[in-house]
């Protein structure tokens, strides 16, 4: 089901006063940016308002039969198009569906509106069948898709979609917005929450959730354990399986990123409190040239499972562990 979101977050109005200011509206539509920005919150919210019978420059006016139906998570000329399971593809059937709901009569006599997420989930079969409904709109029929990839996308998708970039607050806004979602978090944490998620406030809050400060700490205190020889890397590779993957290859991307900075002779980091030591004491013992090789070797693996490449997480862990080891091991 989709949010239940009458207006966008606050770093994402002016866009919508824009779009909501328009006579004419595309029959498609690319809502792209960086993963937690609030993109599906905006598509759900342009979604409601598109539907309601009596909208106004804020949102849906949440009264009128349309908005029943679809807070109610019932109406049908609203459809959602999402992987069966997180992570999955979006297959041809999913796009099939699609089409037959464009190409059947509004139920409600209004517009109907597909949202599809994330689009860079669907395999190219469905791809295929989707870039036939664009090329043929619909008339009253909106496609609003969602992608943190937009990259990834055939070209002839995007280019058949208004694309509108979806961006992220600044850092004091983001740090507000987020200071009102978690109250009870102290400010430490949330800025740490937030570092994690790049900035991107529903990611810090979606990390906050998972308990990633917790897994950091231990994340840390396994690092500095693995450099002193008081763990091995597979045994440590093992003590990580509950932590999720992608976070493990953020945090090493990010060290890596300051060992660069330091390495070419920048005074302080900023954004890791939590290893300044670590890394200053790295930075001190490795060469730049080793440093970009390994850095080589993250991005790519990085790619194989931002690719949903098969990865042996115990070998691949153990692996990177090990080589992480021998860079502070040199000479
Ligand atoms: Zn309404």
């Not at 430490?188 to 790049?198: D, E, F, G, K, P």
Request: proline share 5%; with cysteine.
């Amino acid at each position: 089901m989709l949010e239940q979101a009458r207006t966008p977050l606050p770093w994402h109005e002016p866009l919508w006063a824009a779009l909501a200011a328009q006579q004419q509206f595309a029959h498609a539509y690319l809502f792209c940016g960086p993963a937690g920005a609030g993109k599906r919150r905006f598509a759900a919210a342009f979604a409601g308002w598109l539907m309601c019978d009596q909208p106004g420059p804020q949102g849906p006016c949440q009264q009128c039969r349309s908005c029943l139906l679809r807070q109610a998570g019932s109406h049908p000329d609203l459809l959602l198009i999402e992987p069966e399971e997180e992570g999955k593809a979006i297959r041809v059937d999913a796009i099939r569906q699609l089409v037959g709901f464009i190409n059947q009569t509004a139920q409600q006599g209004g517009r109907k509106v597909v949202v599809l997420h994330p689009a860079e989930a669907m395999n190219q079969n469905a791809a295929n069948a989707l870039l036939k409904s664009l090329e043929e709109p619909t008339a009253e029929t909106y496609l609003l898709l969602i992608s943190d990839q937009p990259s990834r996308l055939l070209p002839t998708i995007r280019s058949r979609c208004r694309v509108q970039p979806l961006g992220l607050p600044g850092l004091q806004r983001a740090q507000d917005w987020l200071g009102a979602e978690l109250p009870d978090v102290d400010d430490s944490q949330r800025t740490l929450l937030l570092q994690m998620a790049m900035g991107a406030p529903l990611r810090a809050l979606d990390l906050h959730q998972q308990g990633a400060v917790a897994q950091r700490e231990k994340v840390v205190d396994g690092v500095k354990a693995l450099l002193k020889g008081q763990i091995s890397a597979p045994r440590l590779a093992e003590q990580w399986n509950s932590i999720a993957l992608d976070l493990l290859l953020d945090w090493f991307a990010a060290w890596t990123l300051e060992l660069l900075k330091l390495n070419q002779g920048a005074q302080e980091t900023a954004s890791s409190a939590d290893m300044d030591k670590v890394l200053g004491y790295l930075a001190s013992r490795i060469q730049a040239s080793e440093l970009l090789d390994w850095q080589d070797w993250l991005l790519q693996h990085r790619r194989q499972f931002d690719n949903k490449a098969n990865l042996n997480r115990q070998l691949f862990l153990e692996k990177l562990l090990a080589r992480w080891k021998m860079l502070a091991e040199r000479r």
